[in-house]
């Protein structure tokens, strides 16, 4: 199912290759975000040309509208957005999270008002298996409780507990419905906030379950980003070596990198498209604002070093377009920044193949920062 092919010798960075139903993924990998079944902006194709490998869809989203049953109607989740290679669908708990005011957790689930129109739904552990086996995706996750940061320890320590009793539901339901036969994997999740023994001792717990693979959640939800890679070095020091690593909802180009050296393997975020709404694009050189004036004459293609579609645009034209609201902006601008993310993690497991990935990702990341403020 997942299988390590190299490893640097410096860091605990690896290569792997992870199959499931749609195919096989090579790791290091970036998911793109399609939230409601769509990476915004984009068709299919497009997303597909810019090397993504696996996408990521939403289970309360999709649960809300257009329900799973719909979905599950009209052949699930690839048939129904015509994307032919794997999807990995969030299990909702981190909407636990972002929609605090519109849920109520207990023992059993969570109870949701719908952010559309009040409707009541709720998510347990079983039902999140239900949905998901409607959706029809690859990677599946298990029932978790996303806390904010700050936390107070004895809040966390009890969030965790629920966390580990809903992951043990989750399998046992993912089990009684069929879902490993079908090729379906699910991951379970580790929380624990910046607390070192609540991460680890999730981590162990979890591990003992025995779960295809494992993310890690909570991360990004406040803290500052040395807590960021500390909460992340916690759990990989103790999730099984022979499984795949998910960090949920990163990052930046250089935090990526850095994670990777951690020892993680898979990672989404929904960066590259939401700063394309804002004109924003990624080069090697740190992030570019296409609103300013000093690229109005531009002739240079977002990042010369970059290959995409939108590489056959200058940014002269692309400020044009983002000054005249033209949707196009939002477009290329979404397709040059998920190659940008594409062409990093290809870069690191080329990197870690040849035996020099800490080398290289130290270089990168200076050369990155060192010019971020001045793009």
């Known amino acids: 199912m997942f299988k390590i092919l190299n490893k640097c010798p410096q860091t605990r ?15 290091p990998v970036f998911m793109p975000v399609g939230t409601q079944a769509t990476v915004k902006g984009l068709t299919p194709a497009q997303v597909e040309e810019t090397g993504a490998q696996i996408i990521l869809a939403n289970t309360y989203h999709l649960n809300i509208r257009p329900t799973s049953e719909l979905i599950a109607r009209m052949g699930g989740l690839h048939s129904f957005m015509r994307w032919d290679k794997p999807i990995l669908t969030d299990s909702g708990g981190f909407q636990a999270f972002s929609l605090s005011k519109l849920r109520k957790i207990s023992e059993e689930g969570i109870q949701f008002s719908s952010h559309l129109d009040g409707k009541k739904l709720f998510i347990s552990p079983e039902s999140c298996m239900q949905i998901q086996k409607n959706l029809g995706s690859d990677i599946c996750m298990a029932l978790d409780e996303c806390i904010p940061y700050p936390c107070e320890y004895g809040a966390c320590e009890k969030s965790l507990e629920r966390t580990l009793r809903w ?3 989750c399998f046992d339901e993912y089990v009684r419905l069929g879902m490993p036969q079908s090729g379906r994997l699910l991951f379970g999740i580790a929380q624990g906030s910046c607390y070192k023994d609540l991460r680890q001792r999730c981590c162990r717990r979890l591990s003992e379950i025995d779960f295809p693979g494992y ?9 500052p980003e040395k807590e960021m890679l500390e909460q992340v070095d916690y759990c990989t020091e103790i999730l099984p070596e022979e499984k795949p690593r998910y960090v949920m909802g990163v990052g ?13 393997d898979m990672f989404d975020c929904v960066m590259p498209t939401r700063l394309a709404r804002h004109a924003c694009a990624f080069t090697l050189d740190g992030e570019i604002n296409l609103k300013n004036a000093k690229f109005a004459e531009d002739p240079l293609p977002l990042d010369p070093e970059i290959d995409s579609y939108a590489s056959n645009f200058s940014r002269a034209y692309i400020r044009h377009l983002v000054k005249a609201n033209e949707m196009l902006a939002c477009t290329l601008i979404s397709i040059h920044n998920i190659r940008f993310f594409q062409i990093l993690t290809s870069q690191a497991r080329r990197h ?6 800490c080398q290289w990702s130290a270089e990168w990341i200076k050369r990155y920062r060192a010019n971020e403020t001045q793009a």
């Open 252 to 264: 930046t180009p250089p935090q990526i990198l850095q994670m990777i050296g951690l020892g993680a």
């Open 352 to 357: 870690i193949q040849d035996g020099d990935f």
């Open 167 to 169: 992951a043990g539901r």
């Open 215 to 223: 993310a890690i959640g909570g991360v990004s939800v406040g803290e």
């Open 13 to 27: 960075a690896r290569r792997g290759e992870l199959a499931t139903a749609h195919g096989l993924i090579h790791t």
